[in-house]
C-alpha cells in the first residue's frame, strides 16, 4: 500500500484532505482510494470587558433604604473573522443578611440580534458555606445567584454588544437591626465561541471580565446618651472639684483683724473704762480771780 503525504498544519488551520491509495491489488479488488477532510479552525479574539458600574453603596444599618445598582458589560471582536459569541452572565439576586437585588437586563447595540434565555436560579445556600479555597469565578456573596446566557448571531469584526444588569438593592423589612460590616456582590460575564469551527487567540484572562459591589453597612451616631453622660460627669467633676476646695479652706477670707478685733488693745478714744466719752478739756493754769488785783 502506498500511502499519501499526510499534510502539514499549523495549529490545524490551513490543513488539506489527507487521501491513501493502495496499489497491493490481487485481482479481485478494484483501484482504492480514502480521502478523510480535517475541520479547519478560524482564529478568532472576542473579549469581554466590565464598563463603568456602580462599585460601592452605603446603606442604614437601622432602615436599610433602596439603591440603584448597576453592572455594564461590552462584548468585541478583535477580529479577524465574524463569529457567532455567545455571554454567560451570572448575577448575585440574593445576598448576604436577606438583601435582595432586584436585577433586569437591558440589551444596547444590535439587540435584534441577540437572543436571551430566561433567568436561571444557579445555586442556593452558597453563603452559608465556607469553602476551603477562595472562589474566584462565578458570582460572589450571594446564597442565590442566577445565570442568563445570550446568544449573538453575528458579531463582525471591530464591532461590540454592551449588556446592562440594572436593579434596586433593598432589604425586606422585619425590624431587625443589623451591625455594621461590609458586604460584596460580585457578577461576572464570560464569552464562548463554537470550538468546532474557531479558536481563541486572546488570553484566558480576557474571556471572562467580573465586577464587584461593595455594601457598607452603616450604624449612625446616636448623640443623646453621650451628652446625657457628659452632662452627669461634668456635674460630679464639679462637686468633687468644690468640696476639695472647700476641704483646703479655699473658700474662707483670711483678712487682717482691725484694732479693735485685737486682743488686749488699749480703745483709740474715749474714757478709760471704755465708754466712748469724750475727756473733759484741762483747767486754765495761772489764771487769777480780777477782784483779787490790787
Request: proline share 9%; hydrophobic share 35%; charged share 20%.
Amino acid at each position: 500500500m502506498e500511502q499519501a503525504r499526510p499534510c502539514c498544519c499549523q495549529s490545524v488551520r490551513g490543513c488539506h484532505p489527507d487521501t491513501q491509495h493502495s496499489q497491493n491489488e490481487n485481482g479481485t479488488l478494484a483501484d482504492n482510494a480514502a480521502t478523510q477532510k480535517l475541520p479547519v479552525l478560524h482564529p478568532v479574539g472576542v473579549v469581554v470587558t466590565g464598563l463603568e458600574s456602580s462599585t460601592y453603596v452605603s446603606v442604614s444599618s437601622e432602615m436599610p433604604e433602596r439603591h440603584a445598582i448597576a453592572h455594564r458589560y461590552q462584548v468585541q471582536n478583535l477580529g479577524p473573522p465574524t463569529v457567532p459569541v455567545a455571554v454567560t452572565f451570572e448575577l448575585p439576586i440574593r445576598a448576604e443578611l436577606g438583601f435582595i437585588w432586584d436585577v433586569s437586563v437591558n440589551l444596547s447595540g444590535g439587540e435584534q440580534e441577540f437572543t436571551c434565555t430566561p433567568p436561571l436560579t444557579l445555586r442556593m445556600g452558597i453563603a452559608a458555606q465556607t469553602p476551603k479555597e477562595p472562589v474566584t469565578r462565578g458570582c460572589l456573596g450571594a446564597s442565590v445567584c442566577t445565570r442568563v446566557r445570550c446568544q449573538v448571531a453575528s458579531l463582525a469584526r471591530g464591532e461590540s454588544r454592551r449588556f446592562n444588569f440594572s436593579g434596586e438593592l433593598y432589604r425586606p423589612e422585619d425590624g431587625a437591626k443589623l451591625e455594621a460590616r461590609r458586604l460584596q456582590l460580585r457578577s461576572e460575564a464570560a464569552v464562548s465561541i463554537d470550538e468546532t469551527k474557531y479558536f481563541q487567540i486572546q488570553p484566558e484572562e480576557f474571556q471572562y471580565s467580573q465586577i464587584t459591589t461593595e455594601v457598607e453597612l452603616i450604624s449612625h451616631f446616636n448623640p443623646v446618651p453621650v451628652i446625657i453622660g457628659s452632662s452627669i460627669g461634668g456635674i460630679l467633676l464639679l462637686v468633687v472639684m468644690v468640696g476639695l476646695l472647700y476641704k483646703f479652706g479655699f473658700f474662707k477670707r483670711n483678712r487682717p483683724m482691725t484694732p479693735e478685733e485685737t486682743p488686749g488693745a488699749e480703745p483709740v478714744s474715749g474714757d478709760p473704762q471704755g465708754n466712748g466719752a469724750p475727756p473733759e478739756p484741762p483747767s486754765a493754769q495761772g489764771s487769777t480771780d480780777p477782784e483779787g488785783v490790787s
